[in-house]
């Protein structure tokens, strides 16, 4: 399968289930991926804090990121999925994209200690991210673009 030339390909698609839903905003792909369930290990309750990295890019006339942006944003999502689901006991949840702005959202046991190790990592690779950390025990923001999904 080739790769969707949204910011996301097939090997985004293996390891776990998501529901990914598209729509055109002003001419430009609107995506959003959503975790279609939660591992069977994790138990939500126990992941109160949410962690939104929000980096902006200046989009192709398309709305979509260049080649090397998106290579870029693979990168921070692989070290998400290596570095903070594993080690940091976090779950990549919710990623979205539309016209210069993407956002992975991460729910996580202690959100301070993953937004500390994702503020290291844009200083030490000069990457345009923001980190900001809020609480949300019910893991509302999930539920509510879980819904947007499944409304598609």
Known sequence: MPDSGLGFGPEDLDDQHWLVCIHDVSGCPAVLRVL????????????PDRVAIIWRYEPEQDGLPSERECERMDFVEDLISEVVETRLQACLAIVAMVNGLKEWT?????GAA???YLA?????NDL????????DPDWDVYHRMLAATEDD
């Open 36 to 47: 279609a369930e939660l591992p069977r290990d994790l138990a939500a309750e126990d992941h």
């Open 106 to 110: 991460i729910y996580a046991r202690d």
């Open 114 to 116: 993953v937004a500390a």
């Open 120 to 124: 290291r990592l844009a200083h030490d």
């Open 128 to 135: 345009p991210i923001s980190v900001r950390r809020d609480t």
